[in-house]
């Protein structure tokens, strides 16, 4: 299903975009961005831990900072390397948001100023089958085998088939329009 779907599917009151809330008709987003986000963030954070990760596209990233540019409020921060990726903090009133620039959000139109946030503590692995090893001579239900193609070096690998879980979509979120001003007539 993926994870944007699954939010959307089962928790589609945390998922809105400013850019279509009627709540927010006609504003810029200097002007109602920063409420608009604090009151999902005040939802989100309801439920879970105080720590969220959050997929962000580089428009997003922009729309956060045109936010602290005109109240003067949002601070982030560069923080640790976890897992070998750069990502900032943004610690706010309802807890810290791990941000991490995701690649395909800033490389696609319709996603460059989409927000998801995820609780990390909630994901999981789900093996399907057990980490095996292929040799040189095993076959691996290839009728040619890896052994007998005349390769020159060694030709063995390590095979896991497994995925990423997660649940409890109230934990989490998938907002869009940072950075873009609302579209609906007042």
């Known amino acids: 299903m993926g994870t944007i779907n699954f939010i959307r599917q089962y928790m589609p009151a ?9 709540a927010y008709a006609g504003q810029t987003w200097a002007a109602g961005g920063e409420t608009w986000f ?30 602290a540019m005109a109240g003067g409020q949002i601070n982030l921060v560069p923080g640790a390397k976890t897992y070998g990726m750069q990502i900032h903090e943004w610690v706010t009133p309802f807890g810290s948001i791990y ?45 040619e085998g890896y052994g007998q193609r005349r390769v020159d070096g060694t030709n063995e690998e390590y095979l896991t088939e497994c995925g990423l879980e997660f649940g409890l979509p109230q934990k989490c979120a998938v907002l869009n329009g940072f950075g873009q001003n609302n579209t609906l007539t007042p």
Request: hydrophobic share 35%.
């Open 99 to 143: 941000m991490k620039t995701h690649p395909l959000f800033s490389f696609d139109a319709t996603t460059r100023n989409m927000m998801v946030l995820l609780e990390p503590k909630e994901l999981g692995y789900r093996y399907i089958d057990d980490t095996a090893f292929y040799g040189e001579t095993s076959s691996k239900k290839h009728s």
């Open 14 to 22: 945390n998922c809105d975009d400013f850019t279509l809330n009627p």
């Open 38 to 67: 604090k009151n999902y963030l005040e939802q989100i954070f309801r439920y879970g831990a105080d720590q969220k990760m959050a997929f962000v596209g580089s428009g997003a990233l922009l729309g956060i900072d045109a936010l």
